[in-house]
């Protein structure tokens, strides 16, 4: 019997609704204009046919122009950074270049990873990443977007291609990549993507299928659901010149798509079609054809499932729909049942998962075989939704809680193979401790302790952006399971402290303080410690360096060894900061003396603290001894951000005390902070060559560097450093013979610091220059008196400011 008009049979295993009037209307889209971005919203009832379809629209495509699908159902895909790597993938082994993207993501995938070196980018693109490849080919060791800010710079010179150049030159934020926060830098890795994909989209336009958008669903108990669809929107409404496919149970109505979304409804097969099908695949009584057409509705899920059902006792000739699923799973072996119950419990699984619940795979084919089994990638699958509803439905949630525990170990043991281990990203986008964490909370096996344990090696292997599929795993069970119910209490606390050091990571203070609103942490306990740490890390962003003191402190002498090295290198910076030199002495050598064998690099930063404190003490003797020894330290551990630290301090010393050389230092260190991207050491390196031309006499040089330094610091949020260059810039204001404007800067950085609570010896002199300048100002005078109370030098007060007077007068106009 031929197959006829609407049905096919795919891959020769089961009948493949075609539904020739989608298809057509799918042609026709691919015939319109793709100068303006357009969405195709496909949506319908659950088991109707979307993802079936959407494929079967790809296979389309795929003979037309290029595509990619993003599946939603992969637990990975839900982070943008993870999402564009996979459609990168896809669409690179079709011939797009990606220069730019892989550039900006190489970038940001070192800045989340900053103690791991990338040999090749063929290691997160495979074998297409090649205007990346031939940058860290060069890279010798150093960090990624070191050698991708040399690589940039070379190719001004010729290096790597003509091409490469035109890149940066038509778009400066690749140049630039160093001085960005991570937040900033991952827009820029989204809009890398759009225009690479919309350069290689002129002359072939491309198609992107999104499936399973309702995953993106997150249920919050009685108080309904919430879309995270906030980076997906945004990825969508930058894409250009090709076409968006959105597969989602309901309509969407985004506002942003207005006159550009279109919509496409997959409704239910007509009875003909169904009783079609159903004689395809080998139903030939036509009662029963009737009996299932009437059950199933017209969706093919029901339909295919009934194929897959023994045929019952002839004398059947009412069922529901519901009851489809329930006869099916009546006549299924109860050792298949058994097992798909148990794989139904996992995101994905494989034949090696399989294993933990049989002793044999005998059975593998066979379960492969059946219609709600999908193929999601390679050897991985899923079972549809549907079907995973009705086998929980038998299936007490107390039963399930083994099943939960094998899974979690499959998945930790998994995390350990040596497939997995060393890997930037895995075939299925699937960390393997998220899934650990996620059957462990069900398992009734995951302490807090464990779950931040588990985020914490996710984000050692994968990077941050790894954690935050955790922290919407904990909250999601945590929205669903009822108080009480058995799990760690502290779960919550996990997440927010995940979170809130995410935020810490990428700079953001005020969401940071956020994610800690209402905790109350007891900071002598492992978990209350990182919290209280993550707070003390916010205050500091956020300039309230009074408030971060005074966790530092607690944490410092507490108990918990995890982060007390930490908080105590930290207390002695703010110490310092904060005008009492002999405190910060007092502090760096304990803080040493407990440093262990291993922990060379916090030796070094604690010398160089000390050479900090030195230099704002105005001892320079004894600032460059030490800025030596820190030097032989950083060395001696191999540290490259060390060394390059040194480099500007090393500039900033030379600025008040050679200033002929410090600009020359200052070259240096801005090349090589540039190629690191410390956007902060840039402002303070682009600092001590203004105050070096401001004192060489070099006034429109000193301009041009300090107007840079204010762009740079205030784009980093480095309030400190911004008030520092504020309060240099005042002498450059003099040597103009412009007074108004210096004594502004002057009020200026006075407040910013005092406010900041930091740098009280700058307030100090920031009055003392109105004095020599015969224009003494009472604002500047009262921060002065609350200043100087503050203020404990190493030696005389008295001897402290001669050396100030000192130093004003080598900043001053000549006269």
Known sequence: MPVPRGVRIAGGRRPFVNRTDLLDRFRRELMRSSEEPRLLNVHGLPGVGKSRLLKEWKREADARGRTALLDLRLPGSHQVESALAQLRAEFGSQGVKFDRFDIAYTAFWQKIHPHQVLRRSGDLFGPHGDAATRILEGASGASVIGAIAAGIRLSFQGFAAIKKNKLVKADPDLGSLEDMLTADLLDTVTRMFVQDLADASTAEPYVLFVDSYDVLSVVHGEAGSTFQDAWLRDLLEQLRRGLVVLAGREPVRWQEWAGQMDYCVVHPLESRYCEELLSNAGVQDTVRQAIITRA????????????????????????????????????????????????????????????RFVKDDTLWDELTEYSFVQCISGDWYQLHQLMVDA???????????????????????????????????????????????????????????????????????????????????????????AIGSGHDPELESVARCLAAEDHVLRGRGREAQREL???????????????????????????ESLAARDTFEQLWTGPEEAVRGLAGFALADITMCAGDFPGAFALAGEVSERSGPGEGVRRAELKRLMH??????????????????????????????????????????????????????????????????????VGKALTARAIAETRLGHLR???????????????????????RAELFHAFLHLRTGDQDRAVRSLRQAAEKLETAGVYPFLSVIAHKVTERIGRPDEFLAAIRLRARRLVVPLDSVERYERRMDELIDSLLPPE
Do not use: C
Request: glycine share 6%; proline share 4%.
């Open 612 to 681: 900090l404190a030195h230099r704002f003490l105005l001892d320079f003797p004894s600032a460059w001894a030490l800025l030596d020894e820190a030097k032989a330290l950083f060395l001696e551990s191999g540290s490259i951000h060390g060394l390059a630290d040194i480099q500007t301090n090393r500039a900033e010393l030379l600025a008040l005390t050679d200033p002929a050389a410090a600009v020359a230092a200052a070259d240096a260190a801005l090349e090589t902070q540039r190629r690191l991207g410390a956007g902060h050491e």
């Open 701 to 723: 040089e000193a301009a041009e560097s300090f107007t840079a330094a204010a762009q740079t610091l205030e784009t980093v949020g480095y309030r400190s450093g911004r008030a």
């Open 517 to 543: 609103v209402g905790q109350n942490p007891d900071l002598t306990a492992p978990l209350g410690a990182r919290l209280g740490l993550a707070a003390a890390h916010a205050h500091r962003l956020m300039g």
């Open 296 to 355: 199933s509705r017209g969706i093919p899920f029901y339909l295919e499932l009934a194929v897959d059902t023994p045929e019952r006792a002839a004398g059947e000739r009412e069922v529901a729909q519901d009851r489809i699923k329930d006869r099916f799973l009546d006549h299924v072996p109860v050792d298949q049942r058994r097992i798909l119950q148990h794989l139904g419990l996992a995101r994905l699984f494989n034949r090696s998962m399989f294993m």
């Open 391 to 481: 086998l929980q439905a038998q299936w007490k949630l107390e039963r399930q809680r083994p099943a939960h525990e094998v899974l979690q170990r499959f998945w930790e043991d998994y995390a350990e193979s040596p497939d997995i281990r060393h890997r930037a990203d895995t075939v299925i986008g699937v960390a393997p401790l998220q899934e650990a964490v996620y059957h462990g909370l069900r398992a009734g096996q995951m302490s807090a302790a464990m779950a931040l344990s588990h985020a914490d090696r996710t984000k050692a292997a994968f990077g941050s952006q790894s954690v935050n599929g955790i922290i919407t795993d904990i909250r999601a069970y945590l929205d669903q399971v």
